[in-house]
């Protein structure tokens, strides 16, 4: 009995403890329970999301070989070319890996979300790149390039982005004009900074070793030649080429030692920074809470997405079972939570974004038109290599609108953005037009007015300059600035619409010289203007000494005829321009006359202020600016005087039937004033030889056929192709170089508009004479019937007509 009692005990003992092992097994396996129901609660919302990329895995694995071609194509090709390009580029390049059989992921395959992160994203707009989708693939370009980049950047904001995101990396700015260049260059070779080179249109060949990566290692150091000095070469030196110039031309050697980035502004980029501006100027406290709500919304993203990852951290991280860590259940509960917080958050400030952007909506018509004014002035370009308008231009017209546009309190919204319109559009003839030609300043404004009231351009082949001038006054206005704020303006442009670092550039015709304007101007304000005679190196040596000083004294400059050296305005003045900044006196003011030439450099047009000063017409006009152009001391004989005027009246005639090609000369003769003061030195040399050098002359002893000769076979009639062009000549001149031309009350010309010779032949009595003539020349005047005004009018507007044609069709390709 005591044995079975025994047994029973010790069998119960056993179920006791089996028991309680059953119910710590119940124990562990409840929290067990507990804790996956807490993971399948916390990761429910997750499962969908999870699948989905699982689901895309293989896709993205097969795609994988295309993708990544795509992608090193992209970083290495595109960085040149404008947005629309590189999308017709990347089609190119899909094509081909089809034929190839290469897959490869379809049009919503995004390369800057495959190249870059959110939270990188918005760190770089935080550092001043803007956000539109070109500046961020140039973002992603600069941060994954395998060579060094060269970037295009003519606005300057990619420059001051760069130098806020290589901030650690102790980036210093230079430039191969700086005269420490080399001690500079070494010092970031040998330390390991970054260096930026601003300015670079060519390449110093001293950069030639490390563009070409020609490291030479010996004895466990990695050296490279700079000059004549072998340096230390840290693998952490990167160096960042620069350019303001969009028309830079960069040889093929070049191009393929860097990474071409350009930041030129496109019009969709400038239609987003032009809204930024007009809500940041209207709506302030919308624009501020719109960029905290993007700023927000990203870093919650960012927030979101790093979630996701430190999860993923503790389940990767956890040992045995994950049922066993209570830390890691805890830690996913708490992560979870934060996550749902987060999304929340997401969800609120998506429906507040909502609110702001349809306050935002309001002025996205005027942004739109912002770009489409944006667009016009950049398709101008196809008529005329005078017209480069920048994206800096645009937007300091827009600036200048948003300040100075004036409302009443009570106005509505609509009726604001209506005056804005109006006043952008008014602002924009004033100062795009007077960097015009005539013909072109009616074609910009016919092309204005259309796109004002949004019509189209078809019943403009019906039109004539007068009926254009009538519709943009019908459109804006009788006091629409259509022809330009310019000369008669100008102190107004040099106090208000220029400053420091732009210069103002006065262009004419050959002939026209406008300076005194800017010296007339300097003296009625006390301005110290220090002005120099462009074409020589004692001028371009002359103009540096004059520009450095005056940048830092607040005094003016003026370079003269600097058509005669456009190889220095590329190569030296572009580069100085770009240079001005914080550091110019803000009261400097830099003035450039040139004839106009096309071998003008497009970078000088891009950053000046230009304002195309074109000769008055008619007989009148070009014989005053003629007689101008004759010094003093040579007016001192009766006889002469009266033989300069003479040639005075055939200079400005021929000059005055140029304007009626064809019927005028059969071509576009190139007569110049030249040809006129080269007359003047001709007359002379034959008076003087017939005369014997005896100051009395007898008109009835001059040498009238050696005079009429030389102008119709030499002076004049060696520019002439045609013979009847040459007939025309000669009957000009023979009618007028005759000994009668000394009658009294000599007639210059058989019409009855040709006026007579005065009776005097002093300075002022020729002057005097010229004073009185009337200011409108008809055709009679100078030798053709009155249907050559007809013609002359038809031509024009033939010429209008083509104009428009091209500039809208250069609209549609943008």
Known sequence: LEESIAQYKSDYASLIRDVEGLKAEMTVVTTKVERAESLLTSLSHESDRWSKSSEGFQ???????????LMAAFLTYSGFFDFKTRLVLMEKWRNTLD????????????????????SERLEWQSQGLPGDQLSLENGVILKHCVRFPLVIDPSGHAIDFIMNNRKEEKIQKTSFLDKAFMKTLAGAVRFGTTLLVENVETIDPVLNPLLNREIQRTGGRSLVRIGTEDVDFSPKFSIILSTKNPAVHLTPDLCSRVTLINFTVTPASLQSQSLSLIVKAEK??????????????????????QLEEQMLEKISACEGSILDDDRVVDGMEVLMKEGTLVEEQISKSEQVMASVENAVGEFEPLSTVCRNLFTLLAATR??????????????????????????????????????LKAGLFKEVAARVSR???????????????????????????ALSPDDIVSIVSDTF???FPWQGRALNDLKFVTDNEIDATVPLMLVSAPGHDVSGRVESMAREGSKELAAVAMGSVEG??????????????????????????????????????????????????LFITSEISPKLPTGLLRISDVIVAEAPTGVKASLSRFFSSISHERFQNPVRNRLYLLLGWIHAVIQERLRYFPAGWSERYEFTEADAIHALDVIDSLVD???GGRQQLDPEKLPWDAIRSTLCMGVFGGRVTNDADQEALDSLVNSVFTKESFNVNFKLGNSAEAPSLPDGASKDECFQWIESLPSHSPPELIGLDGSAEEAREQRIAGSILEKIGIVAEAQANQ
């Open 435 to 461: 960097g015009m030609q005539v013909e072109d300043k009616v074609v910009f404004s016919l092309l204005l007015a259309n796109l004002y009231k949004n019509e189209s351009l078809a019943p403009a082949s």
């Open 99 to 118: 034929i190839l059989g290469i897959d490869c992921s379809g049009d919503d395959f995004g390369m800057v979300e495959s190249l870059s992160k959110d």
């Open 477 to 479: 206005g009788a006091d």
């Open 382 to 419: 196809k008529i005329s290599f005078l017209y480069e308008f920048s994206a800096t231009t645009f937007t300091s017209i827009l600036k200048s609108v948003l300040e100075n546009t004036t409302t009443a309190e009570s106005d509505s919204d609509n009726q604001r953005i209506a005056a």
């Open 59 to 69: 896709s993205i694995l097969g795609n994988l070989i295309g993708d990544g071609l």
């Open 284 to 305: 302030p406290e919308i624009e501020t809470q719109r960029s905290n709500l993007l700023k927000l919304q990203g870093e919650q993203n960012v927030k979101l997405r």
């Open 540 to 589: 371009f040596k002359t103009a540096d000494s004059f520009i450095a000083s005056a940048t830092k004294r607040g005094s003016w400059v003026m370079l003269k005829n600097c058509h005669l050296c456009t190889d220095w305005l590329r190569e030296s003045l572009v580069k100085k321009i770009q240079s001005f900044g914080a550091g110019t006196h803000p009261d400097f003011r």
């Open 689 to 691: 030889e017939a005369s």
